[in-house]
C-alpha cells in the first residue's frame, strides 16, 4: 500500500451512476483504466441521495446521526467528529478542498481544509476552469490530501460541442460523461507520480425519464399529491412504474422519478469507488461497501489509525472484504419538508423503507428476486421486515438549526 509520503487525490463527481461506469453505456476509457489497474468497489451505496450529507459522510466516516449533517439546508458539524481534512492534516498533508453545488462553508464541511475553493457550477473541468484546477494542485506541497467535487453530470448539463452528438451517447448525460471522462485523464496526469486516485460519486440520479412529458406529468402530480398533501400514492406508483417497465431503458429507472433526493432505490444510491495509485493491485470487489468506509479505506492505506468516532471500516485489503449493512436516506429539497424524509437499509438481498413521520406502512424489496425494485413484499415475508428494521442505526438525528443558503439553493436549481 501507500505511506504517510503518498498524496491522496480523491474526485467526486456528483450524480454519478456506477452502473455508467461499469459497462459500455458511457465512452470512458480514462474511468475504465483507473478500474482496470486499480481496485474496483461495485457495490458501494451512498449515505444519503443528496450531496451535503454524502460528503460529510465520506470525510467523517459516519452517518448523519452522528456528524449533524442531515441536509442541504441542516448542517452543524458535530464537535464529536473530526474531518479528513483535521485528521490528514494534523498528520503533516497539506489538504485543499475544490468544490461547488451546496458546499458552500456555511454547512461547515470546510473544517480543517487548509484551502478550501468554492467556485461557480458552471467553472467545469471540462471547460477553461481546467487550467485554473491544474495550478491549484501543482501548488500543493507535498504529501498533499486533494478532494474535488465535480458538477459536469448534474443538471443542467451543458454538454461541450466536441461531445455533442449522438456518437458520445443518446443523452445529455452520457455525452457529459464522455467528455468529462477526457478531460480527468488530463487533470489527473498533472498529478504527481506518487498519488492516490479515489474516484466516487456523492449519489447517482435517475435519468432514463428525464425528458419524457408523460413522466414529469405523473411526477408534478405525484410529488403534489404525495408531498404537498400527504397522500400515500405508492401502491399506484409501483403498479404504473411496473407497466412502463417495459419500455424503460437498458438499466434501473422508474417512470414516477427524476434527478435524486426523493428515494433510496439503488439507481440513485449505488456509487462508483475505483482505487488507483502505488501499491494498489488490480481487483474487483463486489462485496456490499458504504460510503462511510472511504475514510478509514484512506487512512489505512497511508498508515494512520482510525479513530473510534468513525462508523465505517477500511475496505483494504480487497480480498477481506464482506457485506456490510447500508443505511440510507433520502432527504432532498424536493421532499418539500422532514416529514416526507425516508430511511432504508440494504442488506442480506433485501432493501427496507420507511417512513418515520408518515403513519404509512414500511417497503421490503427482495433485491435477488426483483433488483428493480418494482414489488413491495413485506405481507409476503414479515419475518424480514422486522429483522431489517431491528438492524437500523439506534441514533437519532440531532436537532441542528438551518443554515442560511436560501438563495444558493435556488440558483443550483433546488428551491
Known amino acids: 500500500m501507500g505511506s504517510n509520503e503518498t498524496n491522496l487525490l480523491v474526485v467526486c463527481v456528483d450524480c454519478l451512476r456506477q452502473d455508467f461506469t461499469a ?11 483507473l478500474a482496470g ?19 460529510a459522510s465520506m470525510l467523517t466516516g459516519t452517518y448523519s446521526e452522528r456528524n449533524g449533517i442531515n441536509s442541504l439546508r441542516h448542517c452543524d458539524l458535530s464537535e464529536d467528529v473530526r474531518t479528513a481534512a483535521e485528521l490528514l492534516g494534523e498528520a503533516g498533508f497539506e489538504t485543499a478542498a475544490m468544490v461547488t453545488g451546496p458546499l458552500v462553508e456555511e454547512t461547515g464541511i470546510q473544517r480543517g481544509f487548509d ?24 501548488d500543493l506541497p507535498e ?4 478532494y474535488l467535487h465535480l458538477w459536469e453530470v448534474h ?16 443523452t445529455s448525460y452520457q455525452r457529459m460523461l464522455c467528455a468529462l471522462d477526457r478531460a480527468l485523464e488530463r487533470f489527473v496526469a498533472e498529478a504527481p507520480e506518487d498519488t492516490l486516485v479515489a474516484f466516487t460519486g456523492d449519489h447517482a440520479e435517475s435519468i432514463s425519464w428525464r425528458w ?21 400514492t405508492r401502491p399506484v406508483e409501483r403498479r404504473l412504474n411496473r407497466v412502463m417497465d417495459r419500455f424503460s431503458a437498458d438499466y434501473p429507472d422508474h417512470y414516477v422519478e427524476r434527478g435524486h433526493g426523493q428515494n433510496v432505490f439503488d439507481f440513485v444510491a449505488n456509487v462508483p469507488f475505483l482505487l488507483s495509485g502505488p501499491g494498489i493491485d488490480p481487483a474487483t470487489v463486489d462485496a456490499q461497501a458504504r460510503q462511510i468506509d472511504v475514510l478509514p479505506t484512506l487512512l489505512d492505506y497511508v498508515s494512520l489509525p482510525v479513530p473510534e468516532f468513525v462508523q465505517g471500516e477500511s475496505l483494504l485489503p480487497p480480498e477481506k472484504v464482506e457485506d456490510r449493512d447500508a443505511y440510507l436516506r433520502a432527504c432532498g429539497e424536493s421532499l418539500k419538508s422532514e416529514t416526507n424524509w425516508q430511511r432504508g437499509l440494504r442488506a442480506d438481498g433485501h432493501k427496507y423503507v420507511e417512513y418515520p413521520d408518515r403513519d404509512w406502512d414500511p417497503e421490503l424489496y427482495d433485491l435477488s428476486e426483483d433488483p428493480l ?19 437500523l442505526p439506534e441514533e437519532e438525528l440531532m436537532e441542528v438549526a438551518e443554515v442560511d443558503i436560501e438563495d444558493r439553493l435556488e440558483d443550483l436549481g433546488y428551491v
Not at 162 to 167: F, I, L, P, V
Not at 218 to 230: C, E, H, M
Request: one cysteine or more; hydrophobic letters at 30%; proline letters at 8%.
Open 23 to 33: 459497462t459500455d453505456r458511457a465512452r470512458t476509457p480514462f474511468i475504465d483504466s
Open 37 to 55: 489497474d486499480g481496485i474496483e468497489y461495485r457495490e458501494l451505496y451512498s449515505t444519503a441521495t443528496t450531496t451535503t450529507p454524502c460528503v
Open 115 to 138: 484551502h478550501y475553493w468554492y467556485r461557480e457550477p458552471e467553472e467545469e473541468l471540462v471547460g477553461d476552469w481546467f487550467d485554473t484546477a491544474v495550478r491549484k494542485l501543482d
Open 143 to 146: 504529501p498533499f490530501f486533494c
Open 155 to 170: 443538471e443542467p448539463i451543458w454538454v461541450p460541442p466536441e461531445a455533442g452528438d449522438r456518437r458520445f451517447g443518446e
Open 212 to 232: 419524457d412529458p408523460g413522466s414529469n406529468v405523473a411526477k408534478i402530480v405525484r410529488d403534489v399529491a404525495r408531498y404537498r398533501l400527504g397522500l400515500d
Open 373 to 391: 425494485e418494482l414489488t413491495e413484499v413485506s405481507e409476503d415475508d414479515p419475518a424480514t421486515l422486522r429483522r431489517m428494521q431491528d438492524r
